[in-house]
């Protein structure tokens, strides 16, 4: 767990990384790869009661600052993104 990516980035604990690992989302290339929503989304399908502040930190990780230091558009942007993601 030491040598862990994911680990390393900023926002990014103990449990949201151990729960971005259940999903299959193993380091950075995923992770931007599934991008914020994505990887928010399989947290969720995977079971886990993740709240919109691990969507937040995931998108603060990618960018290399703290969460709550996100645009609050982007911010918009991505509650909107979801929104539409979790539509049935």
């Known amino acids: ?16 990384t151990q729960w971005l690992h ?19 989304c399989a947290v969720r399908a995977r079971g886990f009661r993740a709240s ?16 709550n230091q996100l645009d609050p558009a982007y911010k918009a942007q991505l509650l909107d993104q979801l929104r539409k993601e979790e539509k049935p």
């Open 1 to 16: 767990m030491h040598n862990d990516e994911l680990l390393r980035l900023r926002n990014l604990g103990k449990t949201s």
């Open 22 to 40: 259940a999903t299959g989302i193993h380091n950075l290339e995923e992770l931007r790869r599934r991008g914020p929503v994505g990887c928010y």
């Open 52 to 67: 919109k502040a691990l969507l937040f930190a995931i998108a603060g990780a990618l960018q290399d600052v703290h969460w």
